[in-house]
C-alpha cells in the first residue's frame, strides 16, 4: 500500500521532497500582485463554510484522519491561524494539542512517544501547535535539554543525532499516513523585524500582556541557530505523505487564507463521502417515518 492518501496540493510555499530548500530564499511577505485584505478576508470566510461541510463528510465517512502541524517562531501567528481558519468548524471533530516542555514521563520514553499518544483517531482532524519538531528545532538550538532524556546513545557532535531524528521522524509519519491519516505541515515564515513589532504590540497592550513570555527574546537572540534547524528539519522531512508549506507570515490575512486554502484543497483529494444507506436501513427508516406520522 503506498504511504500517500493524496497528491500534495500546489503552492508557491510548497517545500520540494529534494533537500534543496534554502531558507533564505523564503519570503516573509505574500507574493507580488497578492491579494488585498479585504478580498483574503473575503475568501477565508467563503473556505470556512466549504471546510466545515468537509468535516462533516470526513467524521462521517470514518476512514481518514487529518494532522495539521504548526511549527514556527515566537508571534509568526499560530494560534491566530488556527482560531480563524477553524472558526466554524464543529469542535467535537476536532483534537488540539499545544506541545510544553515534556513531563518526567514522557523524558523516560522516545521522543515520540508523547506525539503518538495525541494523533487524531481516524474522522477527526487533529492539530498540532508545535509538535514533534521541537526535538530537532528548540533542543538542537539548546542541546543542553538533552541531558534530562538520558539517552544510551549520544554522538559528540551532535549532528548524527538529529540525522538520526530526521529520519525517524520520517518514518513515523510515513507509518501513519499508511493508517489513514493525511498529515500537512506548515512552517509559519516572519521576518525578525515583523516579530519585533508583533512583541512590542504585546507589551504595549495590556490585553496582550498574558500572551507576553520573556523567553521569548531569549530564542529571537538565537534567530540565526533556529533558522539553520528549521533549514535542516524542513528539508529533510518534507514527503509526498506529509509535505511541508512555508507560509509568508508577515501578513496576517494572506497567511490565513493559504493555509485554508491547502486544508480544503487536501479534504477534497481525500474525497470524503457519506457511508451508503442499505435497503434494509432505508425500509428501517421508512417504517419510522411511518410510526412518527402516525402519532396523534
Known sequence: MKPILFEPVASPHFVPFDGTLRIDDLSTEPPDRSAKKKENEAALEELRDRLAGLQRKLYADGRFALLLVFQAMDAAGKDGTVREVMRGV??????????????????????????????????????????????????????????????????GGLGQLWKERHESIVDAEQRWARSGTAILKFYLHVSKDEQKKRILERIDDPEDHWKFNAGDLVARGQWTEYMAAYQDALAATSRPWAPWYAIPADSKHYMRRTVAEIVVATLERLDPRYPPVSEKEQEEMRRCRQALASEP
Open 90 to 155: 464543529n469542535p467535537a471533530g476536532c483534537r488540539v494539542h499545544a506541545f510544553k516542555a515534556p513531563s518526567p514521563e514522557e523524558l523516560a520514553h522516545d521522543f515520540l512517544w508523547r506525539v503518538e499518544k495525541a494523533l487524531p483517531e481516524r474522522r477527526y482532524i487533529g492539530i498540532f501547535n508545535r509538535s514533534h519538531y521541537e526535538e530537532v528545532l528548540v533542543v538542537r538550538v539548546n542541546p543542553k535539554f538533552l541531558d534530562a532524556q538520558h539517552l544510551p546513545n549520544r554522538p
